[in-house]
């Protein structure tokens, strides 16, 4: 397995001949934290935030629609899904994302680029699999955290919407392209962000 630094058009470009390819991406994130913990009202102690660094188990340019109707029809539902815009709101009462070719989205307003995925899951339940790797750090000083102690300000995490009706949850997810360091699929690209 060879590692190859390539830029993020040219990995697109390569990937969107490909169909759905299961991979999985080095993520590098500073999750947002609540000012004061939603079980015990404390302030954050964590003043600078947390960094996040995280292999994870991926299906790229997955499309959600159609894996919330391939499970509707294994559950014999009878009604055909039409999922919702993304990143829906009262100025883009139809979403703010735009898919364009098979594995990106762009924010209409801000102009980002996002991946779509499918994350690795339970195949009975739905249920989202560890990641690989999962480390957390205190950004002020570079020492690990224990997730355990960042729950009560990590943000609630959305549940399966009402509009799925699956008894097997389907989970898609979007992560900032800037935020994915590498992806490894048969070989390793280093996704080259300056480029």
Known sequence: M??????????????DTLGTPFAAILTVTEPKLLKNSRQTGEPCPFAKGVRRLAWRHVQLGANYGNAVNLQREREEHPDKFVPEGLWKSAKHPEGAGRHYGKHLIRHVDTGETYFGYRPASDKETGEILPHKVDIWQDIATG????????QGYLPKQSGQPATQETDKRIVWQTVKTANVVAVKCGDEYVLDHNA
Do not use: C, G, Q, S
């Open 2 to 15: 060879a590692t190859i630094a390539i830029t993020l058009a040219d990995f697109v470009a390569k990937f």
């Open 143 to 150: 020492t690990p955290v224990d997730v355990d102690k960042l």
